[in-house]
């Protein structure tokens, strides 16, 4: 099988390591405590680091323990469109913008089931192509967003969530911003670094 590019080399998990997390775990350097993660020896029990805020640096420098393998695919696969509510989640809980790709939704789901926290998942019509693929041929956009948006009677589901895109469709935010009356924030191109992009308190480990 042929593996898909999920983007994990794009996780810069160098900037979310601060000098207490080393210490937490007995290390004098980032350099240190990176090694022993990557290779598997550092473990929950052997620090003070909070397990959620533990397994989500590991997830990020170790990705295939949470992201699965997907198959490349010749061809788009859509999948189903629509507002999917995740841990019962409330008029302000974060919605998470993606594409409708079958392998999109795959690998969300994947990292969705690692956290208790409450989020909305928001499947635009992108073709059944993966976000970076409908960047490229111009069908992920905010005019689809809102559509979507509209469809789904977001305004009155969740009025004060916050849209989060997915890194590659930074481009889109302004527009999106001024068409929704919205914030709308950029998230991280993989989706193995969501647990650290939205930091202890918003990701509660399963």
Sequence with gaps: MLRADLYEKKIN??????????RACGFHSREEFLEKLRSG???PSHCKMARKRFFSLLWAVKPEEILPEVEVLQLPAPGPTGLFPINHPGKDSPILVT?????????LTAVLSTTLSPFWYLAVNTDGHTVDMAIVYKVMTAERVMQEISRENIDQIAPESTLFLPGFAAAIRDNLTE?????VKVGPVCAAELP???????????
């Design 13 to 22: 998990v160098e900037s979310y390591i601060s000098s207490n997390d080393c």
């Design 41 to 43: 020896r550092l473990k």
């Design 99 to 107: 594409g409708n790709s079958k392998i999109t939704g795959e690998v």
């Design 179 to 183: 068409q929704s009356k919205r914030h």
């Design 196 to 206: 650290l992009f939205f930091g202890d308190e918003n990701w509660k480990v399963a």
